[in-house]
């Protein structure tokens, strides 16, 4: 089953606004190893409002894959239950 928004097709490949909930980065080398080594540790804090202007690559039933819009960017994947609002209909920004 395909999952079809007339607004997102209209915006898939251009630059959106994207509020998102997300978790604590991990940055830390000791948090991610003890994370991969211990099955019953868990990395615990509060959710936080994300803000960015991104490049929404596609989207389906479950979520929106975005980049940043510097070049080379990686893909980066964000299931519906953590977007909070996307709007879309903006220029890109040039570097």
Same mark, same amino acid.
Do not use: K
């Given at each position: 089953?395909?999952?079809?928004?007339?607004?997102?097709?209209?915006?898939?490949?251009?630059?959106?606004?994207?509020?998102?909930?997300?978790?604590?980065?991990?940055?830390?080398?000791?948090?991610?190893?003890?994370?991969?080594?211990?099955?019953?540790?868990?990395?615990?804090?509060?959710?936080?409002?994300? %803000?960015?202007?991104?490049?929404? $690559? &596609?989207?389906?039933? *479950?979520? @929106? %894959?975005?980049?940043?819009?510097? $070049? &080379?960017?990686?893909? *980066?994947? @964000?299931?519906?239950?953590?977007?909070?609002?996307?709007?879309?209909?903006?220029?890109?920004?040039?570097?």
């Amino acid at each position: 089953m395909e999952y079809r928004n007339e607004l997102l097709d209209e915006w898939v490949g251009g630059a959106i606004h994207l509020e998102t909930l997300r978790g604590p980065d991990t940055e830390d080398e000791e948090e991610i190893t003890r994370l991969w080594t211990e099955p019953d540790y868990i990395l615990r804090s509060r959710a936080e409002a994300s %803000t960015s202007i991104s490049l929404l $690559e &596609g989207y389906d039933q *479950v979520g @929106v %894959t975005i980049r940043q819009q510097q $070049e &080379g960017a990686p893909r *980066v994947f @964000v299931p519906w239950g953590a977007v909070l609002n996307i709007m879309g209909g903006f220029e890109e920004v040039e570097d």
